[in-house]
């Protein structure tokens, strides 16, 4: 049984920090790209950061670009994501998927492994 859980959300003050975790089971990560996205009330789901297999590329949302960094640690089944500088706008419930690919677009995970998410609040 794929499964994705997202750990790591909360409530932070705008110029904050946070570090997401998505920790995967029942799967090998080091064969899967792993994309993090969120969606907040009134929004629509938007990617955020995607790493390939290997980690060796990575792509970002302009909206985040210098203020997050994606990473995975394959020996721990894990990625990360590293907020730093939150606003308001970066609130929303934050989602890891996996699609056992090299790489892909954001819309290349609609098809793959999904978890539950985890909030993210930045307000002060």
């Known amino acids: 049984q794929l499964q994705l859980v997202e750990s790591g959300g909360g409530l932070v003050q705008p110029g904050g920090s946070l570090k997401l975790s998505c920790t995967a089971s029942g799967f090998t990560l080091s064969n899967y790209a792993i994309a993090w996205f969120r969606q907040a009330p009134g929004k629509a789901r938007e990617g955020v950061s995607v790493?390939?297999?290997?980690?060796?590329?990575?792509r970002y949302a302009a909206s985040v670009k210098g203020r997050f960094a994606i990473s995975r640690d394959n020996t721990k089944n894990t990625v990360h994501l590293q907020m730093n500088n939150l606003n308001p706008e970066d609130t929303g419930v934050y989602l890891c998927?996996?699609?056992?690919?090299?790489?892909?677009?954001?819309?290349?995970?609609?098809?793959?492994?999904w978890g539950q998410g985890t909030q993210v609040t930045v307000s002060s």
């Open positions: 790493i390939s297999s290997s980690g060796s590329h990575t």
């Open positions: 998927a996996a699609v056992r690919d090299y790489y892909g677009y954001y819309s290349d995970f609609d098809g793959g492994s």
